[in-house]
């Protein structure tokens, strides 16, 4: 099982996100602690993605704990995925 941990940057597109898509996002979370079913970002970045409809969610893995470290929909994902390239 693992520990879901919210980085400060997670929350910079959360208050945009309707309320009913935010529980979609919230169910998916709560998955993270022992799904492993999720994508890579890209080979080489360390970054993992799960997908909840049009928004992604993006993370780190340390261990046993899970850091959250973005959230938005397809645009905001583009924007933040070419800044870590």
Known sequence: MYEI???ESY???WKNI???TRSKIIKKIELLKTD???RHLRSGLPYFVQEVG???VCFLEKD???ILIFVGNHKEYEKWYLSKM
């Open 5 to 7: 941990v919210f980085a």
């Open 11 to 13: 929350f910079k597109f």
């Open 18 to 20: 309707s309320l009913d």
């Open 36 to 38: 492993k079913k999720f």
């Open 54 to 56: 049009q928004y992604r």
């Open 64 to 66: 046993n704990t899970r």
